[in-house]
């Protein structure tokens, strides 16, 4: 049966055409049938996921725009009622959950569970409720999942399995604000769509050892916010770990610091909006990040990985009232609210105490280097209470502007706004304003490419009041908006992930014209007769500055930066602020 491609544009599907009781040997996954050993390909996933939608009508597939490597980016939703209607989602109050699976295709465990979570549903195995709208990625990193070996050796299975790096070698889970990826723009544009509450990116652990099958990585909840960020720390997390110690599995946080061995504790990861769970953070959605421990066997993973996501289900359909009821409160609240964080660190005056399953760490002679290394002995396993750093303080803030105004040859910003839903109007006319312009002071500049990024950070600007004139077409971005956190930390060029770190303004980082010294200090001369302000100035400088006032190159230098002639462009960011409503 054909099957509509784009998203909540089709009515009710037709009817299903499959028994709902059994399950069809037609529906045994690749890692059932290796009893656990192996998953999935991106053939065997696509087939599957064709074939349960052709079978059962509530589930339906859906393809979002062309990855890296060329095949489009396919999603799956399951509605228990076969009900996949906007409308309707949002009235009733429907719980929407985005699943996202292979974003590291090294790390498979979401593609085989969520393979069998589907279909168990599809086949009412298990139960969904009415309230809750399922969307998964099967697969996102298609470059990755195609290219297939044992990259990770430190992983216990599959037997092989996709690469880290997409088909332009890029890391996926670094490229939610400077998106680079095919994959990237069309998962925003699905977030843009479909605007979930809940989000979980399935992944697996590196690291230290420890008796965890499951760690699970959650947006950190100060930087969350407001009452979904309170929602989730003291009620919605707690219900996970509840949930998951009665089947089994004892959960403790993400291990992060890799530094050192785990027993004496460990700051929550940070996550900022480059990373996908602190995008998500962005339009206030309550994000997870499983990590199943890469030294348990797979199947016990994948089975892991399943008992979550059915937790997650359960919890938000029974609580789902209060999660709505938390994110349109933060909505609403975002018109009164001016004062945005833009960097974070942990407060490592407080933490909370877990109960963490550990291994001791000892030392002995390396057999390659004969140098001490580490080991964790399995025969010494130990229980103990350990401090956990998961409270965080901004380091920096910023107010938020009534709005931003970006020229309409920053074409490639404006597309990412777009994709992410942000409401944008256009000067119908040239128009002057008087607007804050920031000039880049400073910044620096790793020296090495990181994910094809010469990334820009410890930025510094001065706020300047100016007359501007706008063009006809140019973009007028009111910050009074849904996306006003995932604006002002796009266009804040002192954010750590603003579009300015990521390279998308480097053109006015360059000097254009320039002077001949022997031309210029004629006109040099002449400025200063007439401009007695600059002259003093000047001389204040050399006052102050002897090495300044030894250098016959720098003063030119000095009156030519604030004569008539240096170029306004230069070092001038160019997403301008209105500090006062629009006329
Ligand atoms: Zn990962």
Redesign the pocket.
Known sequence: MKRPLLLFLFALAAANTASAQTIDSAFITSFERSNGMKTATFMETLDFYKRLSESFSTIVTGDLGPTDIGYPLRYVLYSSDSNFNKDDIKKEGRIVILINND??PG?PDGVDASMMLLRDAATRKIKVPKNVLLAVIPMYNLGGALNRGRSRPNQNGPESYGFRGNSRNLDL?RDFIKCDAGETIGLEDLFTKISPDIFIDN??SDGADYQHVMTLLATQHDKLGGATGDYMYSTFTPLLYKDMKEKGYDMVPYVNDFDKTPETGWREFYESPRFSSGYAALFHILAYVPETHMLKPYKDRVNATYALMRSIIKQSAEHATEIKKARADDLAALAGKNDFALDWQADTTRCDSILFKGYEAAYKPSEVSGLPRLYYDHSKPFTKKIPFYDHFVPTKTVTAPKAYIIPKTWVSVISQLRNNGVNIHRFNRDTIMTVTAYHIDNYETTPHPYEKHYLHKNVQVTPNKISIRFYQGDYYISANQTAKRYLVETLEPTAPDAFFAWNYFDGILQQKEGYSSYVFEDIAADLLKKHPDLRKLLEEKKKNDPAFAADGNAQLDFVYKRSPYFEQSYLRYPVYRVETPNP
């Open positions: 974003i590291h790390e889970n992944h697996v």
